[in-house]
């Protein structure tokens, strides 16, 4: 699995999907070789590729996924942004009438461009006179950067300094290009997914920046997507929120709240999740079934009350709710919380079985309850350099609480008084193993 998984992923980087100049991926591919996109860019694809690429390289630590998570996110910032902090929901496909004319390049753009550097580049990014699409190049790399430079008799190190300045001098003359148009509609449940991905991304490199963009995305949303108490809207555009949030909204930014705790420890977080989550809870659940409508009964617009229970480009709503549960019934102790989470996975038991192609986040939940969260509690002064350190391993199920001093207001806090030291304590279900100051033995506690 981790072989497909591995071979998927650097295909997509490799291909065309994936914006070799200005990174970023298109919203699907056409064919099988992952070569010729629908040219698209959409936020919430870029969000969920991050966060999965956060994941792998935490295990696999290939520098592959690292540059991809940097452009992306670079491309993100640089043309997703709004100047208040939200992101824009897509990049439209088409410019000038033609479907990807901003991206391709015929031979002789590039030979004008690139001068005698040409050659080398054409040669890695398979630039031809016939073009490989529509008589135009779509930029992919039949070969790793190591591959290529082996063939060549090259120092791969140089060769990947060498295409980077190509890249930036055909980046600059794409800029003067007509743009394909800005979809700069801010939906609220793709910039909690967006949210979620640099909490990942920050986890996985320890890069400040991105634990900041998450924080000022995230007062972005909580300010301009408020409509009362615990009440939110869906869409924001110049300035103006509009029509209700749906379940979508509501159970993604709880998602992005628990994150963004992860990577702060402010509990103020994790108090609007609780928050968010008791809304949910009142306005969506169906007691007939346990199941979450995607509308509340307030929105009188609607002929009928759907579910909407499939995974799909999108994870449902219901089973992002389930893993919120989850996690705030570890993080916060409570046992409802616990319960509702079961119910509902329960009734949908037999479903996820029986497609589980179609029911992906829902797997990963049904997942958590064979093997449940590792609580990691850390305490001391040091508490968030070894929290950092800890989570920037791969461990999926592994849930954090870390604070300078013991915290009432946390159970998995309380009453850890630790003196001078800074002390990880691995626990599952409350019960803890004997505390630790080295991040080598929690490790090997929580491989056990």
Not at 282 to 303: H, K, M, R, V, W
Not at 372 to 399: D, Y
Not at 425 to 440: G, H, K, M
């Amino acid at each position: 699995a981790m072989e497909h998984l591995q071979h998927s992923l650097d295909a997509m980087i490799y291909g065309g999907i994936y914006d070799q100049l200005g990174g970023g991926f298109s919203r699907y591919a056409v064919d099988r070789e992952w070569l010729v996109p629908h040219f698209e860019k959409m936020l919430y694809d870029n969000a969920l590729l991050v966060g999965l690429l956060a994941d792998s390289y935490k295990l696999t630590q290939k520098t592959l996924y690292k540059e991809t998570i940097e452009e992306t996110l670079t491309w993100v910032e640089r043309e997703m942004l709004s100047e208040e902090g939200g992101f824009y929901a897509a990049l439209d496909a088409d410019s000038e009438g033609v479907e990807g004319k901003f991206y391709v390049w015929s031979k002789q753009e590039v030979d004008e461009a690139l001068g005698s550097d040409a050659a080398l580049f054409s040669a890695f990014y398979d630039v031809t006179e016939h073009g490989n699409w529509e008589e135009t190049n779509i930029l992919h790399r039949p070969q790793s950067f190591a591959g290529f430079a082996k063939d060549q008799g090259l120092v791969e190190e140089d060769l990947k300094s060498r295409l980077k300045t190509m890249r930036q001098k055909l980046w600059k003359v794409r800029t003067g290009r007509i743009r394909p148009g800005l979809d700069d509609k801010i939906l609220l449940s793709w910039n909690a997914m967006m949210c979620s991905a640099y909490c990942k991304a920050y986890q996985a490199l320890g890069n400040e920046h991105y634990k900041e963009m998450a924080i000022r995305n995230m007062e972005f949303l909580l300010d301009k997507f408020s409509k009362s108490t615990y009440t939110l809207f869906h869409n924001y555009k110049e300035g103006q929120a509009k029509n209700d949030a749906f379940l979508d909204d509501y159970a993604l930014l709880v998602e992005a709240l628990i994150e963004l705790y992860q990577i702060t420890f402010n509990t103020k977080w994790l108090q609007k999740a609780e928050g968010y989550t008791e809304q949910v809870l009142e306005n969506f659940l169906d007691p007939a079934d346990q199941l979450f409508f995607f509308t509340t009964a307030s929105q009188t617009d609607i002929i009928v009350r759907k579910k909407d229970l499939y995974d799909n480009a999108v994870p449902s709503g219901v089973s992002t709710m389930i893993h919120n549960l989850q996690k705030l019934a570890t993080l916060l102790d409570k046992s409802g919380y616990r319960e509702q989470a079961q119910l509902t996975l329960l009734n949908m038991k037999d479903a996820i079985q029986k497609y589980p192609q179609s029911f992906g986040r829902w797997s990963n939940a049904l997942f958590t309850e064979v093997y449940p969260h590792k609580e990691i509690a850390i305490v001391g002064a040091a508490f968030k350099e070894k929290a950092l350190v800890l989570q920037s391993k791969f461990m999926p199920n592994a849930l954090y609480c870390a604070a300078g001093r013991p915290d009432p207001i946390l159970p998995l806090l309380a009453g850890r008084e630790t003196g001078s030291k800074t002390l990880i304590f691995v626990c599952s279900n409350y019960t803890c193993q004997l505390p630790s100051e080295s991040i080598e033995d929690a490790l090997i506690q929580l491989a056990d």
